[in-house]
């Protein structure tokens, strides 16, 4: 994704959403470390420098919301953004985060995308090299703020969700993606479609981005899902 791969914290003690994040996460091409508990986390974070924290306000032990003042009160981590977890959506509750130090806040249960586009929005704010505005892969470039893509310098013109999808292949280059993987990545875990149409997208992908002796970047692995072949990186 970069030279420099943005890296995740997640603390949070529910073990099945602490994963949840962290496939997400990670299937965007960042790094992610998981912490149980604020007693944990505070030790990561001194051994090791983090670009980003996500933290749930309800921990076993030290709150997240007592982290987050430690954090704060530390010049080492007082500039590490902050998007607080909790259940409590009340105005006040929202507000006493906030003051504490976050700089963003999300109620439970919240969607895999808002998530996604939340930490996208911070590290553009906060370590905007770590997140490429522009992306290529052999004689393909991706312009995410231009939504525009070239090949060879011709131009290929995309739908927004085949453009969404061609994201995820040139973050994930090289890796066999699942169906479920794809399906994920790109529209969601919230929705409501199967991997027929993944399969429907991946062929509209491949015919823009193909003309003429144009090699096919995308490789289909059978039974399985697709690559984007390690050829065009």
């Known amino acids: 994704m970069t ?3 943005a890296h995740i914290l997640v603390v949070e003690d529910e073990a099945a959403l602490a994963e949840l994040i962290r496939y997400n996460l990670a299937s965007q091409g960042l790094r992610v470390s998981i912490a149980p508990t604020g007693e944990e986390a505070e030790m990561l974070v001194a051994e090791e420098p983090f670009d980003l924290i996500i933290l749930d306000w309800m921990l076993p032990g030290m709150s997240g919301l007592e982290l987050c003042r430690r954090l704060r009160k530390r010049e080492a981590t007082q500039a590490i953004p902050v998007i607080m977890l909790t259940a409590r959506g009340e105005e006040a509750d929202r507000v006493r985060g906030l003051s504490t130090g976050a700089d963003d806040y999300v109620v439970k249960p919240f969607s ?3 998530i996604l586009a939340r930490v ?3 590290l553009r704010r906060a370590a905007p090299q770590r997140i490429a505005d522009t992306l290529q892969r052999g004689d393909i470039v991706l312009d995410r703020a231009a939504h525009r893509v070239t090949r060879r310098a011709r131009e290929v013109r995309l739908g927004p969700t085949e453009f969404k999808l061609l ?5 994930n280059a090289g890796r066999v993606l699942t169906r479920q993987q794809l399906l994920d990545g790109v529209w969601g875990r919230d929705a409501f479609i ?9 062929g509209r992908l491949r015919k823009a981005l193909i003309r003429g002796t144009d090699t096919d970047p ?3 692995v059978r039974g399985t899902g697709y690559a984007f072949s ?3 990186v």
Do not use: C, N, S, Y
Request: hydrophobic share 40%.
């Open 167 to 171: 994201v995820f292949f040139m973050e």
């Open 218 to 220: 995308i490789r289909t």
């Open 194 to 202: 199967d991997g027929r149409t993944v399969d429907v997208h991946v």
């Open 3 to 5: 030279e420099q791969t």
């Open 120 to 122: 996208k929005a911070l």
């Open 230 to 232: 390690t050829d065009a």
């Open 112 to 114: 895999v995308p808002e």
